[in-house]
């Protein structure tokens, strides 16, 4: 495989159930409301660790990573990481400027017509997403961005999930490609629960009864 098709991501099968919950640690008070661990954290992070290589081999001296909030959080947080922790370790370091910018296209689950943009006036080279799906979303910030006429733009997201007209075309940097899986965890929610998880993990039939509004 070559490098640009090693950035489009680990590719999560169909039939993938995940891992056990007894495999690993969580907040107790999730144990009815999740089904299995999708993508262990220790697993995330050695991903997003390699997507920050990637992004030191295709800039030269600065960028600033716009953050998607709230889902981006974390994966915005540890790719910056990472990026500064490659930069001492090496002959080259990029200046790294972050700022936030919130969208929201979900209700429950499912994926609403109205998307609101709420940020920064000052965007530019780079910007992490945590999720990419049907692309409606990532094109409308594209064409949001594009308005400040940045130099150069490239998107990272850490799922993109696997559905007719996919954006993977539109994400330069992917950490996994996964089926059309509803996932929770990693600062990914629903109705703003299960951010606390560290890993990423499927929601279950109880859980969406139980924080659905």
């Given at each position: 495989m070559d490098n640009a098709g090693m950035k489009k991501g680990i590719v999560i099968k169909d039939d993938?159930?995940?891992?056990?919950l007894d495999l690993f640690t969580y907040p107790e008070h999730y144990h009815e409301d999740i089904e299995s661990v999708y993508i262990p954290h220790g697993v995330i992070m050695n991903r997003v660790e390699r997507l920050a290589r990637y992004v030191m081999d295709d800039f030269e001296?600065?960028?600033m990573v716009l953050c998607v909030l709230k889902g981006g959080y974390k994966f915005c947080a540890d790719l910056v990481e990472f990026l500064k922790v490659l930069g001492r370790n090496s002959n080259k370091y990029l200046e790294t400027r972050v700022e936030f910018i919130r969208?929201?296209?979900y209700?429950?689950?499912q994926s609403t017509e109205e998307l609101h943009i709420i940020g920064s006036r000052d965007l530019s080279f780079l910007r992490g997403k945590a999720i990419v799906d049907t692309g409606k979303t990532m094109k409308a910030l594209l064409k949001h961005v594009e308005t400040f006429e940045p130099k150069m733009v490239k998107v990272s997201g850490l799922l993109v999930?696997?559905?007719?007209?996919?954006?993977?075309?539109l994400t330069d940097y992917v950490g996994f490609e996964i089926p059309n899986q509803f996932v929770?965890?990693?600062a990914l929610d629903y109705n703003e629960h299960f951010r606390d998880l560290n890993h990423i993990c499927v929601i279950s039939k109880t859980g969406k009864m139980k924080y659905k509004v």
């Open positions: 993938w159930p995940g891992y056990s001296d600065n960028i969208l929201k296209s209700q429950n689950d999930k696997r559905v007719p007209n996919m954006a993977d075309s929770v965890g990693y």
